[in-house]
């Protein structure tokens, strides 16, 4: 009987945890302000309330409601 072999690689990492989409939702739920850091430097605040696999939809108080590919999102925060 022969034992297992190792190569030393690690197990390839899972392709989806949704965390990401646990999140979200949580946002949505609860109305949360978030502030939204663009890859170019951009800032918007406002409350997520769509999301899908490319991009959220930000719901702002007076300025125009967003669409924002989650590709150009460096980092988004809650704010306080």
Not at 16 to 42: C, N, S
Request: proline letters at 6%.
């Amino acid at each position: 009987m022969s034992t297992p072999q190792h190569s030393g690689k690690s197990p390839r990492p899972a392709e989806h945890t949704f965390e990401e989409a646990k999140y979200l939702k949580q946002l949505i739920e609860h109305a949360t302000p978030v502030r939204v850091k663009m890859t170019d430097g951009e800032e918007v605040v406002g409350v997520v309330e769509y999301y899908d696999q490319s991009f959220i939809r930000l719901t702002r108080d007076g300025q125009p409601n967003l669409f924002i590919f989650k590709h150009d999102i460096k980092y988004l925060q809650e704010e306080t």
